[in-house]
Structure formats: C-alpha cells, structure tokens
C-alpha cells in the first residue's frame, strides 16, 4: 500500500479556523457547545511506532507497557488487556474502570467475537428516571453527578467471560502490575492535572476528594507520586475471587451504599442487581467497504452500540458521493469532501436516533441491524446528498415495515478509553472501555474509608434519552427500561482484508458520539488516502451530531471554513481531544511487521516487540 509520508505533518503552526453561521437546521440539532466527554490538554507529537511481533495501543504509556509485558511473558491478547485495564483504573481513572463497561471484539485468527460488558438500569429504574417533577428533562450536569446516573458496572465480568475462554496466564497474575502501581504509587500526569483542575463537581465527594486533591483544594500537582491503597486491596479481592468479589460482599455493599446514599438524587442500584448482571456474547456486525486497493471486511460492535452501524453507514453513504476518490491535497481534508461527509454523517445519526438501542428491547429495522448497511438501502440514501447542506433529515425506511419509535432528543453524551492488542500468536482485539463523562459519576467507592484512595462509578444511564416519548406519546427506542443495556456509540473496530481473511488493523477512540466520527476519518485516512495510522490519527477532527459542523479549533484553514458556509453549512470549531489508537498490518523489505499509531491529543503510546 503506498504510505503518503509527506502527509504525516506537523501538528503545531497549522492555520485556524473560524467559526461560521449559515443558519441550517437540520433534523436534530447536537447541544450549542458540543462539549467533548473530556477536556484538551497538552498536544504531544507522537512518532508512530513498528513492531515485528505483537503490539499494545493504550491512553496511558504505564498500562501500554504492562500489556506489553504480559506479552512478553506469554500472555495472550486477552491477558494483556486485562493487565491494561486495570492500570487504566488506576493512572487515568477519569476515562475508564472497573465502576464501568466495556465492547471487546476478538479475533482468534478464525473468527470474530463480539463480548458485551456494557452496564445495565436497575430492576428498579422507570423511564422516568431522569424527568423532574412536572415531567421535564433533569439539567445534564445535575443528572450525571448523582446515584441515579449509575449503571451495574459490567467490564470485569466481560472481561472474565472473555479470560476463560481466550486467556492463557492465570487470572490473579493480571492484576500484578496494578497493584504494584497502586501500591508505590504513579506520577500524576499533565493530562489527569488538568482535568482534575477543571472539574467543579469531583471535590463534592468526600473519598474522592481525600485522593485526587491537597487541602487547600488545588489537585495534586504534575509529578506528584498517587498512591492507592484501597484499590490495591480491591484488586487482590478480584485477582483471587474473580467478579463475585466485584457483585457481592464488601465491594458490592460499598457501591450500593454509594448509588443509595447520595445525596441529592439518589439511585436505586441494589445487591441483586449487582449479583444478577451477566456480560453477553453478540454476533459482530461485519460489512463490505471498497478501498482504495482492495476489499475491506469492517467488523464492529452491533446494538446496544451504535458505532459499528454509524460508521458504516458514513464510510458507504461517502463512496457514493462525488467526493469518493478525492485524495487530500493538504494538511486537512478539502470543504467538497467535509460537505459530502457531513451530509453522509446527518443521514447516519437520523438512523441512530430512531432505531439503535438494546437489542434485547429493541427490533432491529428489517429484520436484521445489517439492514441499515445494505446496498440498495445505502443506495436509496446517498440520493439525498445533494451540493448543499441539508435544512431536514429524516431516518430511512430500511425494511417493509413502519417504525413505532419516535426519534431520540438530542442529549450530551459522554466516554472512554480506547486499547488495541495484537498479540504473536495470531489473536487480535479492540476494546473500548467507559465510566462515560470524565470521573463517570464523580462517586468514589471504598471499603475502608481510611485507606486512601479508591475506584470511580459510571454515570452510563445518562446515556439512555431522559425524553421516554415524544409529545404524540410515541417511545423513544433508546429510553429507560429495567435491566436494559443504554445506547453507546463506542466503535471498536477490526479491520479485515475481504478476499484473503488476514486481520489489518485494530482501531477505535474515545470521545462521545464523535467516537464514531474519530473512527471513520482514521479508517478513511488509512484505506482511502493511504496514510500511515499515526498520519491518519494526526488528521484534524471535524464531524456532526446532526446540527452543526464541529471542526477541530486550529486546525482548518479560512478558505476551508467559507466555502462550506457557502454550500449552507453552520460552522463552529472547538479543541476535539479525541484518544484515537491503531494498529496495521503493513509489509516492509518483504516482511509483515505492525505499525502504530496513538493519538497526540492524549498520552497514549503503542508498546511491543
């Protein structure tokens, strides 16, 4: 494949974009700041990285080097995931976590499997769960920091699930180097600084703000070595107990406690919920996409994410436009190619507002969720993009029968940690992992309150529309149900050649709803303009929610910003610090090696051999 290298540019000295009004209305409009899950902080160049062997993509260079290691010492993908999970827990604890859920695909170099660890509503949880009152919506911010947010944590469980039947190290040895870390401590990073300054929620509970901030109320400074003490007990519990220790006993008492007791709006999680959950296995959602060079068989997470679908659904809707062999001629992608893509995106997110949710709730359109990436039916939509952006977009109609759903209403939403492993032996994965908005809840969880330290609870129900219906009395798909899964847009992709089968790339980001935009423009950059993954992460960022155009401050030029204001876009941009990780399977000197790439926006590194 040729690698354009002169495309893997510098980040700095780009030149900026403005923002712009064109007055569009589209069918739903994002929230007016667009806020991303997690803040900017510093910018790093990253090199790209080759490896010959196996290679571990992860948002924090300790958790990258302890999946490392566990390959090294012959550890499967699996294994090594786990190890880096659990550093994730303790060195960026904002992003991801036991307190929340997970998507894994794997690839055991025969199949691919789909392991869903996304958290669950309680039994006891009504639609009307984030409604006030008089039956309006709850203010996001005050919905998101209380118990009521908190779903039934599910990635240690998945992760379990997946262990036994793929892993190869013993299960306790995999939480080795969290505890090591846990316990001699971790510098603070500039990134974790950051956020921790920037939050205004975090210091109202008492554990976390014992942890992650002094006495005057200044966080920790960059450098400064965090120990845990009570996450390395906990983690021994789960490395010798597996996820019962997590579901029952003294860890589970404390986070019901946590969900229950809160004090303004407090949730109504219970231990039997905690002992009932069960992480599932799903069949992956694999399509067809013709590159630049070749087939491509893309295989992502089906319902209850709506990833695997949106990005399809862009990436197929965008071949047929005009704009679809258009190569970049810069440092950003030209404004035909951002409108045609725009357009493409609208129609996407119509779909995914009216039909994706849990799938054990919810039909899928047609019959089958492969439905919405059909031929004939991305046919029938790409007859919509027209030269100027759209003033209304309504969902397809990808089968015979009438959908019953009312479409979601627009709502903040919030994630994530990205992790990409290949392993020596031929098993792949891609997992993104979530406690959703940054420190999920902002509830830390102890079992002994004089033991430092502890581990962060999701707020994933946020996720579900707070709307159940629209004003004609109409169900949201998407809205609260006991038990039920809420929609996510992770996208872990894997990336396969159609004709011979061989596994070329693993991918996926953190970053909301612009998951699905961060995945698309890396999967674009990597097979349509040939550019390495470190060059395609480094692209500029840009996408829509289904209102205005998000483009990544900084980063696109004037003439870019005019052009689509004059085919009717409404431009805004904003810093789009998306975690982005990749790894692809290239050749060089007539050898198979790995490429990496990590995301300069993050801290991320991709560590092997």
Not at 161 to 172: T, Y
Not at 320 to 325: E, F, L
Request: with cysteine.
């Amino acid at each position: 494949m040729a690698i354009r290298l002169a495309l893997q540019f510098a980040l700095c000295g780009l030149l900026s974009a403005c923002a712009g009004s064109a007055g569009t209305k589209p069918f739903i409009s994002q929230p007016a700041t667009a806020t991303q899950p997690e803040g900017a902080s510093a910018i790093s160049a990253k090199p790209g990285w080759v490896h010959k062997r196996q290679a571990v993509a992860a948002a924090n260079p300790l958790a990258a080097e302890a999946g490392a290691n566990i390959l090294r010492t012959g550890g499967s993908a699996v294994d090594a995931a786990i190890a880096v999970q659990m550093v994730l827990t303790l060195v960026e604890p904002q992003s991801s976590g036991i307190g929340g859920g997970a998507f894994l695909l794997h690839h055991d170099g025969k199949r691919v499997q789909a392991f869903d660890g996304r958290e669950t509503a309680p039994a006891a949880a009504t639609d009307t769960l984030f409604l006030d009152d008089q039956g309006e919506p709850l203010p996001f911010p005050v919905a998101v920091n209380s118990g009521s947010a908190v779903g039934v944590p599910g990635a240690l469980a998945m992760l379990a699930m997946v262990h036994q039947e793929h892993g190869r190290l013993p299960w306790d040895r995999l939480f080795e180097p969290a505890i090591s870390l846990a316990e001699r401590g971790f510098a603070v990073s500039q990134r974790l600084h950051t956020l921790l300054k920037d939050d205004a929620t975090l210091r109202r509970d008492p554990v976390a703000n014992a942890y992650f901030y002094r006495a005057d109320g200044t966080p920790h400074p960059v450098g400064h070595v965090l120990r845990n003490p009570e996450l390395a007990h906990v983690l021994r519990q789960l490395g010798a107990h597996g996820p019962a220790a997590l579901h029952e006993g003294p860890v589970a008492q404390a986070i019901v406690n946590k969900v229950q007791q809160h004090a303004s709006l407090p949730g109504r999680m219970s231990l039997d919920d905690l002992q009932r959950y069960r992480p599932k296995t799903r069949e992956a959602l694999c399509h067809d996409h013709a590159a630049a060079e070749r087939t491509l068989r893309i295989c992502g997470f089906p319902p209850p994410s709506s990833g695997a679908i949106a990005v399809g659904q862009i990436l197929g809707l965008l071949a047929r436009t005009p704009s679809a062999r258009t190569m970049m001629a810069g440092n950003a992608p030209p404004a035909d190619w951002l409108h045609h893509y725009a357009e493409a995106s609208r129609l996407a997110f119509a779909d995914r507002a009216q039909y994706v949710a849990d799938p054990d709730f919810v039909a899928a359109p047609g019959g089958q969720w492969i439905s919405l990436l059909g031929p004939a039916y991305l046919d029938q939509r790409a007859r919509l993009i027209g030269d100027k952006a759209a003033t209304s977009v309504t969902h397809g109609q990808p089968g015979p029968a009438t959908s019953a759903w009312a479409p979601m209403p627009a709502q903040p939403e919030y994630g994530t940690s990205h992790i990409s492993i290949v392993d020596a032996r031929g098993n792949a994965l891609s997992m993104t992992t979530t406690i959703e908005a940054a420190f999920g809840a902002r509830l830390m969880v102890t079992t002994d309150p004089t033991r430092p330290g502890g581990f962060l609870l999701n707020n994933q129900l946020t996720d579900f529309s707070f709307m159940p219906r629209n004003a004609e009395g109409r169900p949201v798909a998407n809205r609260v149900e006991p038990g039920k899964r809420p929609r996510s847009s992770m996208s872990p992709t894997l990336v396969f050649d159609r004709d011979s089968g061989e596994l070329l790339a693993s991918t996926g980001s953190p970053g909301g709803a612009f998951i699905i935009h961060f995945t698309a423009k890396t999967l674009h950059g990597m097979y349509q303009w040939g550019l390495t993954p470190q060059a395609a992460i480094d692209l500029p960022n840009f996408g829509t929610l289904g209102g205005p155009l998000i483009l990544e401050a900084g980063r696109f030029p004037q003439a870019t910003v005019q052009a689509l204001q004059r085919r009717g876009h409404e431009v805004r941009d904003m810093p789009m610090p998306s975690g982005l990780q990749a790894i692809q399977r290239a050749e060089r000197n007539g050898q198979k090696i790995w490429l990496g790439g990590a995301d300069p926006r993050r801290e991320g590194i991709v560590s092997g051999e």
